[in-house]
């Protein structure tokens, strides 16, 4: 595969036999063509539109990851191949079919590499004629002010980020406003600046944007659910102490919150480590990295602190688990690796509504 895409990556054009090559080499990953609609009927065609966007696309693609950072090109034209262009591609048709903004969900933890999907989905899909608007979680975040007098309710509420520290009115009538096929004004979209308050963060001038055709609307909790408090009776390491499960069933509660801002989503991508402790390694190298290039930043205990305080608040195994086994929430999951390098991509199977009551239970 990759000797072709090198090819194309200098000839710009594609033959008829390596478009059979590589069709053979992803219906043998049966959960890899599933996930993108690739069978043996449809496959020549499918591909011809994928190699006819590679070669268009994939040289401005290799420089956005030299800019952030990600300098391993067969990886990149693997990725390109097996993910980015295939998304990108369906994210458009299903547009084309809404005939109004497609809102896309994307859920990631730390490292998982929502930001890199993001950004190049977006230039790939403006080659395919869409306009794209990026709004994070983080941008729904209360203000400061607010954030701090919540703080003082509940001495639970340590860093921002938890169920409770956003503004969930606000994004709702943002989508509402997108999903509004008579309005065609401008929108005001909040922003957040992390850097405010010594790092507390606070909203800025909100962007003004036109209407897009897609909304990625990406965070480390987007399309989560609440599950039965029963779950909490013996739940997994760090939730420990009193305290620890008192502050996860006040996120589990407040998760209620925030359903019908996730009932807005068309469709929702989960960014997934195979194990969910390489966030913890993630974070702890990125802020080496920062503090090797003359930054500040947290020690190794403050980070490990910081994470396992995000896995008391929704842990892994008790809230995204679920979710990936879920076909009726889930419509791809796209799995990390430790390296950072991707794993299987497939479409939850699909299972009985006693088997989902047992996976949520």
């Given at each position: 595969?990759?000797e072709?895409?090198?090819?194309?990556?200098?000839?710009?054009?594609?033959?008829?036999?390596?478009?059979?090559?590589?069709?053979?080499?992803?219906l043998?990953?049966?959960?890899?063509?599933?996930?993108?609609?690739?069978?043996?009927?449809?496959?020549?065609?499918?591909?011809?539109?994928?190699?006819?966007?590679?070669?268009?696309?994939?040289?401005?693609?290799?420089?956005?990851?030299?800019?952030?950072?990600?300098?391993?090109?067969?990886?990149?034209?693997?990725?390109?191949?097996?993910?980015?262009?295939?998304?990108?591609?369906?994210?458009?048709s299903?547009?084309?079919?809404?005939?109004?903004?497609?809102?896309?969900?994307?859920?990631?933890?730390?490292?998982?590499?929502?930001?890199?999907?993001?950004?190049?989905?977006?230039?790939?899909?403006?080659?395919?004629?869409?306009?794209?608007?990026?709004l994070?979680?983080?941008?729904?975040?209360?203000?400061?002010?607010?954030?701090?007098?919540?703080?003082?309710?509940?001495?639970?509420?340590?860093?921002?980020?938890?169920?409770?520290t956003?503004?969930?009115?606000?994004?709702?009538?943002?989508?509402?406003?997108?999903?509004?096929?008579?309005?065609?004004?401008?929108?005001?979209?909040?922003?957040?600046?992390?850097?405010?308050?010594?790092?507390?963060?606070?909203?800025?001038?909100?962007?003004?944007?036109?209407?897009?055709d897609?909304?990625?609307?990406?965070?480390w909790?987007?399309?989560v659910?609440?599950?039965?408090?029963?779950?909490?009776?013996?739940?997994?390491?760090?939730?420990m102490?009193?305290?620890?499960?008192?502050?996860?069933?006040?996120?589990?509660?407040?998760?209620?919150?925030?359903?019908p801002?996730?009932?807005?989503?068309?469709?929702?991508?989960?960014?997934?480590?195979?194990?969910?402790h390489?966030?913890?390694?993630?974070?702890?190298?990125a802020?080496?990295?920062?503090?090797?290039?003359?930054?500040?930043?947290?020690?190794?205990?403050?980070?490990?602190?910081?994470?396992?305080?995000?896995?008391?608040?929704?842990?892994?195994?008790?809230?995204?688990?679920?979710?990936?086994?879920?076909?009726?929430?889930?419509?791809?999951?796209?799995?990390?690796?430790?390296?950072?390098?991707?794993?299987?991509?497939?479409q939850?199977?699909?299972?009985?509504?006693?088997?989902?009551?047992?996976?949520?239970?």
């Amino acid at each position: 595969m990759l000797e072709i895409l090198k090819k194309w990556l200098n000839n710009k054009q594609f033959q008829l036999a390596e478009i059979e090559q590589l069709l053979t080499e992803i219906l043998a990953q049966p959960q890899l063509a599933k996930a993108f609609n690739i069978t043996r009927e449809n496959g020549l065609n499918e591909l011809k539109k994928r190699a006819d966007l590679f070669c268009i696309v994939s040289q401005d693609i290799l420089t956005i990851c030299n800019q952030l950072k990600l300098d391993n090109c067969e990886q990149n034209l693997t990725n390109l191949w097996h993910l980015w262009l295939p998304l990108a591609l369906q994210l458009s048709s299903e547009q084309d079919k809404l005939g109004r903004t497609l809102i896309q969900g994307i859920l990631g933890g730390q490292g998982t590499g929502k930001t890199t999907l993001t950004s190049i989905l977006t230039l790939i899909l403006k080659y395919l004629g869409k306009t794209i608007l990026d709004l994070s979680l983080d941008d729904l975040y209360k203000t400061y002010q607010e954030r701090k007098k919540l703080q003082q309710e509940n001495p639970f509420l340590i860093w921002r980020g938890p169920p409770g520290t956003h503004d969930v009115t606000l994004g709702i009538d943002i989508i509402n406003k997108l999903l509004q096929k008579d309005f065609s004004g401008e929108i005001l979209i909040p922003r957040f600046d992390k850097s405010l308050y010594q790092g507390a963060g606070d909203r800025i001038t909100p962007q003004v944007v036109p209407k897009p055709d897609i909304l990625l609307f990406e965070g480390w909790f987007v399309g989560v659910i609440p599950v039965d408090n029963s779950r909490f009776a013996n739940p997994p390491w760090p939730i420990m102490t009193p305290e620890d499960k008192q502050f996860a069933l006040e996120s589990n509660k407040n998760l209620q919150e925030y359903l019908p801002l996730w009932e807005k989503l068309d469709r929702l991508i989960i960014l997934y480590p195979d194990n969910y402790h390489h966030s913890k390694k993630w974070r702890l190298d990125a802020e080496q990295k920062m503090i090797a290039s003359g930054k500040t930043g947290m020690t190794d205990t403050e980070i490990n602190q910081f994470v396992e305080y995000f896995w008391k608040a929704l842990h892994p195994e008790l809230f995204i688990m679920p979710l990936i086994n879920n076909p009726n929430l889930t419509d791809l999951v796209i799995e990390i690796k430790g390296d950072r390098t991707l794993g299987t991509i497939y479409q939850p199977a699909s299972i009985t509504q006693l088997d989902y009551y047992m996976v949520i239970n």
